[in-house]
């Protein structure tokens, strides 16, 4: 299956007919990971907080696996500067939040930031909610094949800086596995890869990805780079 509507009703369905035989450890992982293997963020009992989706996008690149990324402009008022997963806030059209709502969100976001074609993206599986405090967001993260690869770019550059791939190969390879530490106090997993520092909610996601679905390569976690209060 190649779209990723469904064609009796129209609306943005899962399916992992027809994927990869790489892909099958992150559709597992999907189906088995529970909240806390992901973020000590979950959501607010009280159910506080915008809905929002960020789209996982593997494909098929010139090296292998690869991820879509993008860097958020610098002169965004938050998270400016960021390398970080297409995404953003649910709209009302998305539909209902607690079913195919952040799975059309992600998609329509991933189209309008990147310029991607989003009948060539295969939705396969969906990650647990989790909170970003310091927006109040509540993520719902979306897993993607790029079954039919199309052109990407920053659509607006006034929101996206750029819009780049990333080899799995080079998420593993430890030589680029590092340590963040923020003036906050936040510390956590990153990434030196493509002439960026992934960090943050993104590098946490990607970490967790590669850890539970067998990836993962041992890496000095004691080398550490700071970070600003610009980030």
Known sequence: MARVTDPRGGRVRLSTEGLPAWLDPVARVAQTIAPGDLSRFLPPADGAGRQAAVLILFGDGERGPELLLMERSAA?????????????????????????????????????????DPDGVQLFGVLPKLYIPVSGFVVTPVLGWWRIPSPVGAVDPNETARVFTVPVVDLTDPDNRTTTFHPSGHRGPAFLVESAVVWGFTAGIIDRLLHYAGWERPWDRDKQVPLDWRS
């Open 76 to 116: 965004l008022r938050s998270h400016a500067g960021q390398p970080a997963f297409p995404g953003g806030t649910l709209d009302p059209e998305d539909g209902d939040p607690l079913t195919d709502g952040p799975l059309a969100a992600a998609l329509r976001e991933a189209e309008e930031e990147t310029g991607l």
